[in-house]
């Protein structure tokens, strides 16, 4: 017999005593949740959607749209179904970032929760709580409610990872309208890095990336000069990254 089969054994042998089912059974008293970060633009401030609990734990507090996950159910469809059941949010593309496991994060016992976010223009998406949601509401990410759990937590740790794909990829077009102004590209920039910046560098940096389509058109219900309205071009973006292009804010 060699040394494979002996250990092979040995584990077997082991696996069948009622001290060590007792063992295994304790790592079984653990369950999962989900919960969602979902960001969204108005054209002046960075926002999170949040929920009004009509439920304990923290029943009567403000929360990200979070629940269990059924025991049949893979993460990605959970995290689907819960902020369709709570927040009437649905087919909008959501990435799994982080996953929060501190031991006493839930007072009804051990949940361990994976966090998703997501980036949604506010004005395409109308929002109706539901189920024990008794509202559902946008708030500034620097001016939140106080939160239960470690909701806080998860919304730094999703806005930090927001901030640095934002500086590298062009992710935050997805939070604006089809055709925007210069104006709307900054001010939007400006939200999501926390940071001012001079508008004619910006503006020469931004236009010498090539990745905007003039559409020829200006903004409409404007009195004094019209700002020009540009598309995003996602084709060139996507030719330009093949060949080493760097988006770099």
Known sequence: MNFSSILA???????????????LKEF??????????VFGFDEEDLKVLLIYRGAE?????????????????????AAKRVLYDLTGLDNIFMQQFHTFGKV????????ITVAYYALIKVEDYNINAASWAKEARWFSVNELPNLPFDHKEVI????QNFMEKARRQPIGFELLPQSFTLTQIQHLYEAIL?????????RKKILSMNLLIDTKKTEKGKANRPAALYKFDLKKFEKLQKSGFSFDL
């Open 9 to 23: 054994q040995n584990l077997n042998q082991q696996l069948k005593l009622p001290a060590k089912k007792n063992i």
């Open 194 to 202: 926390e940071s001012k910046f001079d508008t004619r560098n910006f």
């Open 57 to 77: 734990p923290f029943k009567g507090n403000w929360a990200l749209p979070g629940d269990l996950v059924h025991l049949d159910e893979d993460l990605d469809l």
């Open 104 to 111: 006493k994060r839930h007072p009804f016992g051990r949940v």
């Open 156 to 159: 730094e740790y999703a806005k």
């Open 28 to 37: 079984f008293h653990a369950a999962f949740s989900v919960d969602n970060v």
